[in-house]
């Protein structure tokens, strides 16, 4: 079955560093997502993608934050200078539309930490 | 806005007993309810869905109904196995077709253990 692949499973980085977070999306799948997940939190969500432009973004995805399909394949996440409280584990997620016989496929996600 | 509320874990079992996760939510319109399941090391996976009232949603062994006039979808199974051993979470979404329908609300998870 296609899944949908996270790589690094594991980032760490410095305060104050960039970092982008990659995503292979299943093939066919339109709609794009990251969620994240502070350890000891509720899973959030952050932004989603459609027709190479943002849809729709929650009030944690501030300028810092910025996502991107290069190339038809990947789905990135950037966070221009990290902070402390941006470690997280960071899911990308894709669906094949915005219908109910089409549930959202996610990653096994990456873990950040910032130090 | 839309919320979701997990009853507390840890949950710790012992093989073959009853298991029920209680899920509450408040949302405006008609949500869509999910249950997804997070095996250790692993993304989270579909367990089960239902769209609208009265809806059933089950798969493994696993059921929750859609409870419009209690806002609610328990997650049950009769006999658990050690292999259900996961973090299980609720969430919902918006009306399917609408843009934001992959913008999922989750609950906080909850710890399920089952013992041999």
């Known amino acids: 079955e296609p899944e949908v692949t996270q790589t690094p499973s594991h980032q760490v980085t410095q305060m104050g560093q960039e970092v982008i977070l990659r995503c292979v999306p299943i093939?066919?799948?339109?709609?794009f997502y990251w969620y994240r997940q502070i350890l000891g939190q509720k899973v959030e969500f952050l932004v989603s993608f459609y027709n190479n432009e943002i849809s729709e973004k929650s009030e944690i995805f501030d300028d810092q934050f910025s996502v991107e399909r290069p190339d038809g394949s990947n789905f990135t996440l950037k966070i221009r200078s990290t902070k402390l409280e941006d470690s997280a584990m960071y899911f990308c997620?894709?669906?094949?539309?915005?219908?109910?016989?089409?549930?959202?496929?996610f990653g096994n996600g990456t873990r950040l930490t910032v130090t | 806005g839309n919320s979701v509320t997990q009853m507390e874990g840890p949950v710790t079992l012992s093989e073959e007993a009853f298991l029920t996760i209680n899920c509450t939510y408040t949302?405006?319109?008609?949500?869509?309810l999910f249950w997804y399941v997070q095996y250790p090391g692993e993304g989270l996976q579909l367990l089960l869905k239902a769209t609208k009232a009265d809806d059933k949603g089950s798969n493994k062994g696993f059921e929750a109904t859609y409870r419009k006039e209690t806002t609610s979808f328990h997650l049950e199974k009769g006999s658990v196995q050690v292999s259900d051993s996961a973090v299980y979470f609720c969430a919902l979404s918006e009306s399917p077709g609408g843009t934001s329908y992959g913008k999922l609300t989750f609950g906080q998870g909850t710890i399920l253990t089952v013992h041999p």
């Open positions: 093939s066919n799948h339109l709609y």
């Open positions: 997620a894709s669906t094949q539309s915005s219908g109910s016989h089409s549930p959202l496929h």
């Open positions: 949302a405006t319109g008609y949500p869509s």
